[in-house]
């Protein structure tokens, strides 16, 4: 059975600062990798997704991935009270038809 | 448009009454699911159906049935509630190559037993 660890926090940074939001998976098969971002009281959303080793940008959103540590980072550039949410790590079951998602991390981001 | 939509939001019931929760998407994606999410916020896969058919069912109690008269519907009912299905309830849709699908979830009904 698959794993992804991730620290619940919660992860306290101020206006501006970097966030960075760290996951590990237990499967070293694993070829895709997700970040989803849940506000409070609602569904989850996709953020990012990556699927090579090294980094994705997107805005003020980078993914990292190193495939040899079996670890995934999120990190928030200028975070933002807005940013303020559960993010959640996934990577897809074996077969597909199926996601695994961590506990989440909560993160706030003080104005 | 509401992508994937889900009926109740809210649904407060006894123990050992019996419950659905409906789900639609219209975003014509061939793979649907079902995810509980507990209070401790941890979100599970129960169900996921391609093309009408049942793929994975993660050990689910038999009082959950799941059920998809179409690829756009994917419907949940629940036999005996008991005070553990308290939760959050998503659906989800998603399309793509196994392995790469992304996820789109409804708005998650809440469920509470009493």
């Known amino acids: 059975q698959k794993e992804v660890e991730q620290n619940s926090g919660p992860l306290s940074v101020p206006e501006g600062a970097i966030a960075s939001l760290n996951c590990t998976y237990s499967?070293?098969?694993?070829?895709?990798f997700f970040w989803y971002r849940q506000y409070s009281g609602k569904s989850p959303e996709l953020i990012m997704s990556?699927?090579?080793?090294g980094d994705k940008e997107d805005g003020r959103f980078t993914a990292q991935l190193n495939k040899a540590s079996q670890y995934v980072s999120l990190l928030i550039r200028d975070s933002q009270p807005s940013d303020s949410a559960t993010y959640l790590c996934?990577?897809?079951?074996?077969?597909?038809?199926?996601?695994?998602f961590g506990a989440g991390t909560r993160l706030f981001v003080k104005a | 448009d509401t992508a994937v939509s889900q009926t109740p939001k809210y649904l407060v019931t006894q123990m050992g009454n019996d419950k659905s929760i409906k789900c639609e998407q219209n975003?014509?994606?061939?793979?649907m699911y079902w995810y509980k999410q507990d209070s401790k916020k941890f979100l599970k896969i129960m169900f996921s159906?391609?093309?009408?058919?049942?793929?994975i069912n993660e050990t689910v109690p038999n009082r959950f049935s799941p059920k998809s008269p179409d690829k756009a519907h994917l419907n949940l009912h629940i036999n005996s509630l008991e005070l553990g299905d308290s939760a959050v309830y998503f659906c989800?849709?998603?399309?793509?190559?196994?392995?790469?699908?992304?996820?789109?979830f409804g708005p998650g009904t809440r469920l509470l037993v009493l």
């Open positions: 990556i699927y090579s080793n």
């Open positions: 989800a849709s998603s399309q793509g190559e196994p392995g790469q699908e992304t996820q789109y």
């Open positions: 499967d070293r098969v694993s070829q895709s």
């Open positions: 159906y391609n093309n009408k058919e049942l793929i």
């Open positions: 975003l014509g994606h061939d793979t």
């Open positions: 996934a990577v897809p079951g074996t077969g597909g038809f199926k996601t695994i």
